[in-house]
């Protein structure tokens, strides 16, 4: 897990120091998370969460309406180890063994269409990387016995397999209220690539991430 984190930093580094930095504005979202899940026996519903976040915002110097904008969004959710599928799942409250406290970490390129002087349409690409931390859920103190010992698979098995790197699409309306501010509306969908690899015989949309948020952006210097 450390080796991952530091590798994501490591890029993260390399980004910032190969585009010329100059942060033209920042995004304040409230955003919805949903997390497919399509094991529906032993497990909640998929997950509907609240993920607040916020972006900056970074024009690629000579390219119009080309930008490089990193966003991170924060999550938690319960989750339970399923030693028959060895896998996470996601848990009612009253079958909770792990809080999940999860970061998303964006790093798209946007290509920008402007509609006349206050609409633009914002479509971008790029990898995405999910830091999970799992953590005992607050339980009676009969189950802690039962509950612990799922902590730490739970925790493993987002980092195994590559389940931290999720390429990721966006879709993005805004609107000009201000010369300092703008109101937006975005989609993103994040894909489970890992799938390909893991062997887990699922189904390609199980852990598949989709979002929608409400964000305001607000210039920086004007």
Not at 4 to 17: V, W
Not at 187 to 206: C, I, Q
Request: with cysteine; proline share 6%; aromatic share 14%.
């Amino acid at each position: 897990m450390k080796r991952i984190i530091a590798s994501i930093a490591l890029l993260i580094l390399a980004c910032t120091q190969a585009i010329a930095l100059q942060i033209e504005s920042y995004d304040i979202q409230n955003t919805v998370l949903f997390i497919v899940n399509t094991e529906g026996l032993n497990s909640a519903p998929t997950p509907i969460l609240w993920a607040p976040g916020g972006a900056i915002n970074i024009p690629i110097s000579g390219i119009d309406n080309f930008y490089w904008r990193p966003d991170a969004n924060l999550f938690w959710n319960y989750y339970l180890w399923d030693s028959t599928l060895k896998r996470a799942l996601p848990a009612e409250i009253e079958h909770r063994s792990a809080i999940v406290v999860g970061l998303i970490l964006d790093s798209p390129l946007s290509y920008d269409f402007p509609i006349g002087d206050k609409v633009k349409i914002e479509v971008g690409a790029g990898p995405a990387f999910v830091i999970r931390a799992s953590f005992l859920a607050s339980v009676s103190a009969g189950d802690v016995s039962d509950a612990k010992p799922q902590v730490a698979p739970v925790g493993r098995y987002f980092y195994d397999k590559g389940r931290w790197f999720y390429p990721e699409t966006s879709l993005s309306f805004l609107y000009k209220l201000s010369d300092k501010a703008s109101f937006g509306l975005s989609a993103r969908v994040y894909y489970p690539v890992f799938h390909l690899w893991d062997k887990m015989g699922l189904s390609f949309t199980d852990e598949l991430m989709a979002s929608g948020s409400i964000f305001a952006r607000f210039m920086i210097g004007k």
